[in-house]
């Protein structure tokens, strides 16, 4: 996963120590089933996401992420809710550690194909939520996708 240019400095100045970070999730519903990816840096199941840079808007960047990641349009429904707290915070193999909260919010695709960045995101499939007890995943994915479902 690529480092923003923001982080990057503040880790210039901070090393390897904890930064709380801002992010956005996209849960990309069709009828009873969610897209998911495998992320390359971890090998694990996810919700399609990523960083807020400074004065970016929470819904540009997720439709930024969104295009990064898997080349489409996306249309935010609403906001699903907000999540944070230790299972989202993590110690990558740099030795950098960081926590997240992100605002999730529900999503439509347009109906172009999926092109997806392979530096960031192995495979997609949809899953039920009986489907997604069978993956490797972040757990904390399960919150948001049972608030997502109702």
Excluded: K
Aim: charge should be negative; hydrophobic fraction near 40%; charged fraction near 25%.
């Amino acid at each position: 996963m690529p480092v923003s240019e923001y982080v990057r400095s503040l880790r210039a100045r901070i090393g390897n120590s904890y930064l709380l970070l801002p992010g956005v999730t996209a849960v990309i519903r069709a009828e009873n089933r969610f897209l998911v990816a495998r992320q390359r840096d971890s090998g694990r199941w996810s919700l399609i996401g990523g960083g807020i840079e400074p004065g970016e808007d929470p819904r540009a960047a997720l439709t930024r992420e969104v295009r990064e990641e898997l080349s489409v349009h996306v249309d935010i429904i609403r906001v699903i809710g907000a999540y944070g707290g230790t299972a989202l915070e993590t110690v990558y193999p740099t030795g950098d550690q960081v926590g997240y909260v992100t605002v999730a919010y529900l999503c439509a695709l347009d109906t172009s194909p999926l092109l997806l960045d392979r530096d960031e995101v192995l495979e997609i499939r949809w899953v039920t939520l009986t489907e997604l007890d069978t993956l490797d995943r972040h757990e904390w994915i399960d919150q948001v996708l049972a608030d997502a479902a109702q």
